[in-house]
T-cell receptor
Framework: GEDVEQSLFLSVREGDSSVINCTYT??????LYWYKQEPGAGLQLLTY?????DMKQDQRLTVLLNKKDKHLSLRIADTQTGDSAIYFC????????????FGSGTKLNVKP | SQTIHQWPATLVQPVGSPLSLECTVE??????LYWYRQAAGRGLQLLFY??????ISSEVPQNLSASRPQDRQFILSSKKLLLSDSGFYLC???????????FGAGSRLTVL
C-alpha cells in the first residue's frame, strides 16, 4: 500500500498554534485527510483536500499541501486543551477509491 | 442522515474462544464497509473491506475473517482468539465511489 508518515508526538501550550506534519508517497491524484481521535473513541473526520489544491481553511484549521514534496500539514490556531488527541493523516488515491491509507498518528498534548 | 453502529463496545475474551463483532450502517444503501485494527492506541491497519454483499477483500493474512450477510451489516469473526488479537477494532463506511470514510465508535477487545 501507499506509505504515509507522521511524527509521533507534539506538545504545545494552550493558545499557541499547532502544526502537525505528514508525508505521503502516492504520485497520482489523491485525496488527503486529517482525522482526530479522542481517547477510547473512533476517528472523526476534520477536513480533507484534493491533491490539486494548495490550501484549505476551516475556522481554526488550515491544511497546506506541498505537492512537489508530498508534504501535508494541519495547522490548529489558538490550540485549546480540548484539541488534545491523536491526529491521523490519510490518503485515498483516485485510482483506487476503496483504499484509505493511514499514518501512525501524531499525539498532540496541549498544556494549560 | 447516515449513522454507523458497532458492538459490543468492550469485550474481554479468553484465548481460544470465538469472536463476533458487528457493525451496521443506517441511512444509506450499498456502502463500502471496512474493518480496521488499531494496536496499542496508534496506527490503523486495514483488515477487510467489502464493496457489496458477500464480497470481502482481505488485506492481511490472520486469525480473523469477515462476512457481509446483508447490505448494511459487516461482521468480524474469529473461531479461536489469540493474545495478539487484542486491540481496538474500528468499523467504517464510505459511499460507493466517494472518498470520505466515516468511522464507528470502536470495539475494544482484550484477549487474556
Amino acid at each position: 500500500g501507499e506509505d504515509v508518515e507522521q511524527s509521533l508526538f507534539l506538545s504545545v501550550r494552550e493558545g499557541d498554534s499547532s502544526v502537525i506534519n505528514c508525508t505521503y508517497t502516492d504520485s497520482s491524484s489523491t485525496y488527503l485527510y486529517w482525522y482526530k481521535q479522542e481517547p477510547g473513541a473512533g476517528l472523526q473526520l476534520l477536513t480533507y483536500i484534493f491533491s490539486n489544491m494548495d490550501m484549505k481553511q476551516d475556522q481554526r484549521l488550515t491544511v497546506l499541501l506541498n505537492k512537489k514534496d508530498k508534504h501535508l500539514s494541519l495547522r490548529i490556531a489558538d490550540t485549546q486543551t480540548g484539541d488534545s488527541a491523536i491526529y491521523f493523516c490519510a490518503e485515498s488515491p483516485l485510482y483506487n477509491f476503496n483504499k484509505f491509507y493511514f499514518g501512525s498518528g501524531t499525539k498532540l498534548n496541549v498544556k494549560p | 442522515s447516515q449513522t454507523i453502529h458497532q458492538w459490543p463496545a468492550t469485550l474481554v475474551q479468553p484465548v481460544g474462544s470465538p469472536l463476533s463483532l458487528e457493525c451496521t450502517v443506517e441511512g444509506t444503501s450499498n456502502p463500502n464497509l471496512y474493518w480496521y485494527r488499531q494496536a496499542a492506541g496508534r496506527g490503523l491497519q486495514l483488515l477487510f473491506y467489502s464493496v457489496g454483499i458477500g464480497q470481502i477483500s482481505s488485506e492481511v493474512p490472520q486469525n480473523l475473517s469477515a462476512s457481509r450477510p446483508q447490505d448494511r451489516q459487516f461482521i468480524l469473526s474469529s473461531k479461536k482468539l489469540l493474545l495478539s488479537d487484542s486491540g481496538f477494532y474500528l468499523c467504517a463506511w464510505s459511499k460507493s465511489g466517494a472518498n470520505v470514510l466515516t468511522f464507528g465508535a470502536g470495539s475494544r477487545l482484550t484477549v487474556l
